[in-house]
């Protein structure tokens, strides 16, 4: 069974950095894409990126790109996103899903879900 764990949010102050990881688990971690998607209260999901596993291309959403990097370790099945220079509005929860494929085409490839882990940017 799939399981994907999301880790690493916690309270940070503006300008501040954070290293969410997300640990996957119960599939062959070949010819899959992760996602990474936040959702603050009020608002709906968000897709925030994605590093396909199968070729290590990744897809960044231009509102953080400059700010947030998705990478991945495939020997420990772990995916990254690094999110310097953090800003209020980045608060949220954020969640990483799995998309079993080798092309990712849209947000909604992604089907299975792991926990989400909080993010607090303070300003």
């Known amino acids: 069974e799939v399981q994907l764990q999301a880790s690493g949010g916690g309270l940070v102050q503006a300008g501040g950095s954070l290293r969410l990881s997300c640990a996957a688990s119960?599939?062959?971690?070949?010819?899959?894409?992760i996602a990474w998607f936040r959702q603050a209260p009020g608002k709906e999901r968000e897709g925030v990126s994605c590093?396909?596993?199968?070729?290590?291309?990744?897809w960044t959403i231009d509102s953080v790109k400059d700010r947030f990097t998705i990478s991945s370790d495939n020997a420990k099945k772990v995916v990254y996103l690094q999110m310097n220079s953090l800003e209020s509005d980045d608060t949220a929860v954020y969640y990483c899903?799995?998309?079993?494929?080798?092309?990712?085409?849209?947000?909604?490839?992604?089907?299975?879900w792991g926990q989400g882990t909080l993010v607090t940017v303070s300003s």
């Open positions: 590093i396909s596993i199968s070729d290590g291309s990744t």
């Open positions: 899903a799995l998309y079993e494929g080798r092309a990712v085409r849209s947000w909604s490839d992604f089907g299975s």
């Open positions: 119960g599939f062959t971690f070949t010819d899959y894409a």
